[in-house]
């Protein structure tokens, strides 16, 4: 997977990955952002509910669930400290619906956080990361 990040002005940056869609974020006016977009630690939490619930709709349609409606509300708490990384998640599932089998949700439930959701994973099992700098001098050769 490969991402690129440029700053648009201050705080305000644009991503975009390989699936060539833009998304903007930027830090609140507290710290020096215009305060005009999501803040990444935001998206994080975003990636979180939209992981688990392409899992949760795919795992529902193999069982043959019949629903209306998938929705989770998630609310998380930060260390105090930098870098404020999240030490709790809490996600809650709303299946809409009549008739809904308890059974298969509860399944589909254990299933996206402990098999298939990757963002899950990322988020409780932290991956090695390298870096690496470069200087671009626009004057330069």
């Known amino acids: 997977m490969q991402i690129k990040v440029k700053q648009l002005e201050g705080s305000t940056f644009a991503g975009r990955g390989d699936s060539n869609h833009w998304t903007i974020t930027d830090a609140g006016r507290d710290v020096g952002g215009a305060d005009g977009a999501t803040r990444p630690m935001e998206l994080l939490l975003i990636g979180l509910g939209g992981c688990t619930g392409i899992d949760m709709n795919?795992?529902?349609?193999?069982?043959?669930?019949?629903?209306?409606?998938?929705?989770?509300?998630?609310?998380?708490?930060?260390?105090?400290?930098?870098?404020?990384?999240?030490?709790?998640?809490?996600?809650?599932?709303?299946?809409?619906?009549?008739?809904?089998?308890?059974?298969?949700?509860?399944?589909?439930?254990?299933?996206?956080?402990?098999?298939?959701?990757?963002?899950?994973?990322?988020?409780k099992n932290p991956a090695e990361i390298s870096y690496e700098y470069e200087i671009i001098d626009p004057d330069g050769p």
Do not use: W
């Open 58 to 123: 795919t795992l529902l349609n193999k069982m043959q669930v019949d629903y209306d409606n998938i929705e989770m509300g998630i609310s998380a708490d930060r260390a105090e400290d930098p870098p404020r990384v999240f030490t709790e998640i809490r996600l809650t599932y709303r299946i809409f619906g009549s008739d809904i089998p308890e059974d298969k949700i509860a399944k589909a439930v254990d299933l996206t956080q402990e098999k298939y959701c990757s963002v899950t994973h990322c988020l």
